[in-house]
């Protein structure tokens, strides 16, 4: 995919929402899907007005680049992720627009989920993030590259390591403990080698438009 690089715009004068080019954002999102899925997925982008549908897909895929916090990074989510857990990022950029903090932010989002106006998948389903692309961006628009193994992402709503006999960093374990927790099953070392090597073109494009420098 041929991307325009032009300069990264802020999304409610937070430099921890990032805004990049249309056709750049497409490609960063889909970076998280495998290839197979990819020209199906549906696109979400970030625009001032908060996400909007910047392709439509033909298959059950949403993917987009998340952006909670502060935390960028590429997912691309199944049906019952883009039914249950899509509106948690979407509900985000609209409370950053209303000119809620991060700690505001996640008060709301956990009350939601303990109100119902949030709620865990319903059933099994998986979620890719093989995007090798993560970043933390801080309130004065700091830019640090977080270390990201690209994996799967299996539903978990509220499962332990002790439940799955996980350990971090090993074959599966739980991300986080919640409604919206993950089994993360990384991908094995050449799986990983081959996606390094094809998005490292995407890879320079992202890190230029946000002012990341390896150090």
């Given at each position: 995919?041929?991307?325009?690089?032009?300069?990264?715009?802020?999304?409610?004068?937070?430099?921890?929402?990032?805004?990049?080019?249309?056709?750049?954002?497409?490609?960063?999102?889909?970076?998280?899907?495998?290839?197979?899925?990819?020209?199906?997925?549906?696109?979400?982008?970030?625009?001032?007005?908060?996400?909007v549908i910047a392709k439509h897909g033909t298959n059950a895929f949403t993917c987009l680049?998340?952006?909670?916090?502060?935390?960028?990074?590429?997912?691309?989510?199944?049906?019952?992720?883009?039914?249950?857990?899509?509106?948690?990022?979407?509900?985000?950029?609209?409370?950053?627009?209303?000119?809620?903090?991060?700690?505001?932010?996640?008060?709301?989002?956990?009350?939601?989920?303990?109100?119902?106006?949030?709620?865990?998948?319903?059933?099994?389903?998986?979620?890719?993030?093989?995007?090798?692309?993560?970043?933390?961006?801080?309130a004065n628009g700091a830019v640090t590259r977080t270390t990201s193994n690209p994996h799967?992402?299996?539903?978990?709503?509220?499962?332990?390591?002790?439940?799955?006999?996980?350990?971090?960093?090993?074959?599966?374990?739980?991300?986080?403990?919640?409604p919206d927790g993950m089994i993360i099953v990384p991908v094995g070392s050449k799986e990983?080698?081959?996606?390094?090597?094809?998005?490292?073109?995407?890879?320079?494009?992202?890190?230029?438009?946000?002012?990341?420098?390896?150090?």
């Open positions: 995919m041929t991307v325009i690089i032009a300069a990264v715009m802020l999304f409610a004068n937070s430099p921890q929402y990032p805004m990049f080019p249309r056709e750049l954002e497409i490609a960063f999102a889909l970076s998280a899907a495998p290839a197979h899925v990819r020209d199906g997925a549906t696109v979400l982008a970030l625009e001032r007005t908060g996400y680049v998340s952006r909670r916090g502060g935390d960028v990074f590429p997912v691309c989510w199944d049906a019952e992720g883009t039914r249950a857990l899509v509106a948690v990022d979407i509900a985000d950029a609209q409370l950053r627009l209303e000119g809620k903090s991060s700690a505001e932010i996640d008060r709301i989002i956990s009350d939601g989920y303990a109100h119902g106006r949030f709620f865990a998948p319903a059933r099994a389903g998986i979620s890719y993030m093989l995007s090798p692309m993560r970043y933390r961006i801080d799967l992402m299996f539903y978990g709503p509220n499962l332990t390591d002790a439940d799955i006999g996980g350990v971090r960093g090993s074959f599966a374990f739980i991300n986080k403990v919640g990983r080698d081959t996606i390094v090597g094809e998005t490292q073109p995407l890879v320079e494009q992202v890190e230029r438009a946000i002012g990341y420098q390896s150090k």
